[in-house]
């Protein structure tokens, strides 16, 4: 897993690396890098005036050095960041995926999804009334999270399968960090209950933007149920949940009134068009995926881009089923007759460009348009459905579209961040090496820095979202999102836009990141 491109900075038109300010903090009062630590801990041992002496000098430098560092070093929201190398100009094929892809949602979608999913537990399911009275908070969760169907209990998980503490959380209510750690035996999941794109388990991960409103629905309806003490089944309640969910899709409910008022819930951007064109005019192949029904797509793309849209695609294909798509080698294309949306009943034997089709599958349509490995680049939002098969098993490149990393990266652009941020490595530095004093005194001043550690750790966590956080990370460790989307993507970027800022001929480079025993080169360039 390469996290160096989470961590690329822009200075200029070069790039520089977030952890240089480790470096120059670890130096900056001491006059000693950590690398230069050979003795360890048989340095002389500071008294408690001496440690206090150094934590000031060194909480004014980053401080200072962060309101310099405000206009120098940031980054780039329109960049597009690299897990592996691509070169662009052995690119022939661009695919895309249509819904958090090529289109872009307001609010508005989520707020739908939420009421239309809403109405269906309390009129078919029949919960309780009452949960309709509970308010929809638009910021509760974010993608990535996992629900615990045994335990009720939505939480984030890093890299390494532990749990972040202080994101935990039964309904609206964080559980303290001592009932999780009683719960689970410490923080650790072990990997065959973790939610992934292979199989069902216990946790079950929330992955994509369509998810945001079912978490919230989970924890106004525990909420609700918990405040009331009425008994439930966490697991029977999240299946009710879930499905609500995913019939609002399916019924085309949400189609048919995102159809009626495009403007109202789909974002308007002209560079979707541009983008567009500049591949088409440039000889690439252009080819749409999609889970989303015909009419659907069709009304979305007409107001992006036109009503001859469907001229640049060389295949078009809605309904697909995807993941089984790329899984599921039996199931055939169909013909739509676009007039009516219906389907044919002829066996498709090629792929036309200007006409649509159904179903089918990966194998198949390799087959039919011979566009296969390292020279197709598919796009999509969803880590699984979207980029995990076409990566490993068709040798395709894959980009990950993911629309909160503009937000995340205005956060962290932040003076009160960086501040915070920059203390925070100084004064870990600061512990660990003073950890080993014998001495009282000194031992108060490491618990009251380690008290203060904490506190930061939550604000930075905060900075984000209240209650779990960034998407990309937890205290120190890529969350488990960002593992599976550093694994299966080889580019991601905020918009697919961003790629107007590059030539065809570009080569996108990933960043070395130094292991823990190595020496991070990126803090001496």
């Known amino acids: 897993m390469n996290m160096a491109s989470v961590l690329c900075y822009r200075l200029g038109s070069s790039r520089q690396i977030y952890s240089r300010f480790s470096l120059i903090t670890s130096q900056s009062c001491s006059g000693e890098s950590s690398y230069r630590h050979i003795s360890g801990n048989r340095r002389k041992r500071k008294t408690e005036g001496e440690l206090w002496e150094e934590y000031s000098t060194r909480k004014s430098y980053c401080e200072n050095f962060a309101i310099q560092a405000a206009s120098g070093y940031a980054v780039d929201p329109k960049t597009v960041f690299a897990n592996n190398e691509v070169d662009l100009s052995t690119i022939d094929v661009y695919g895309f995926d249509y819904d958090y892809t090529l289109a872009c949602y307001t609010c ?29 908070k638009l910021n509760f969760g974010i993608r990535g999270l996992h629900f615990d169907t045994r335990k009720g209990l939505l939480m984030k998980v890093d890299a390494f399968h532990h749990i972040q503490l202080g994101t935990v959380y039964r309904g609206l209510q964080r559980l303290p960090n001592e009932e999780v750690l009683e719960i689970y035996g410490g923080t650790h999941i072990p990997e065959g209950l973790i939610m992934s794109f292979s199989g069902p388990s216990y946790f079950k991960q929330l992955i994509d933007l369509f998810s945001i409103p079912e978490m919230t629905l989970l924890g106004n309806v525990i909420e609700y ?23 609002v899709h399916y019924s ?23 983008l567009v064109n500049r591949l088409y005019h440039r000889g690439k192949k252009l080819f749409l995926i999609t889970n989303s029904p015909f009419e659907f797509v069709d009304r979305g793309m007409t107001y992006m881009i036109g009503k001859d849209w469907v001229n640049y695609f060389e295949v078009i294909v809605v309904q697909a089923r995807k993941p089984l798509f790329f899984n599921d080698t039996t199931r055939p294309f169909r013909f739509i007759y676009p007039k009516t949306g219906t389907p044919a009943w002829s066996r498709v034997k ?59 990266i205005e956060i962290g652009n932040s003076v009160p961040y960086k501040k915070s941020v920059l203390w925070l490595m100084a004064l870990q530095d600061l512990i660990e090496a003073n950890q080993e004093t014998k001495d009282p005194e000194c031992e108060a001043v490491i618990n009251t820095w380690l008290k203060e550690r904490n506190q930061l750790r939550m604000d930075t966590k905060q900075s984000f979202n209240p209650q779990f956080g960034s998407i990309f990370r937890t205290y120190h460790h890529p969350t488990f999102f960002t593992s599976r989307l550093c694994r299966y993507a080889d580019l991601y970027m905020s918009s697919i836009s961003n790629l107007l800022n590059y030539s065809l001929n570009h080569t996108f480079y990933p960043r070395r990141s130094a292991l823990p025993h190595e020496i991070n080169f990126n803090t001496l360039i």
């Open 108 to 136: 508005e979608l989520h707020h739908l999804i939420y009421k239309h999913a809403l109405d269906n537990l309390v009129h078919r399911r029949k919960f309780p009334p009452g949960i309709k009275d509970m308010t929809y």
């Open 225 to 247: 149920l918990e405040a009331r003490g009425i008994p439930y089944d966490p697991e029977y309640l999240f299946s009710d949940i879930h499905t609500a969910v995913k019939e």
């Open 252 to 274: 085309g409910n949400m189609h048919k009134e995102v159809g009626a008022d495009v403007g109202k819930y789909l974002e308007s951007s002209s560079e979707i068009g541009r």
């Open 350 to 408: 090629e792929l036309r460009k200007g006409e649509y089709y159904l179903e089918g599958n990966v194998e198949q349509f390799m087959k039919l348009t011979g566009w296969k490995g390292s020279h197709v680049l598919y796009f999509g939002d969803h880590i699984y459905s979207d980029l995990a098969d076409p990566s490993l098993k068709n040798g395709w490149r894959t980009g990950g579209i993911i629309p909160e990393l503009e937000d995340e």
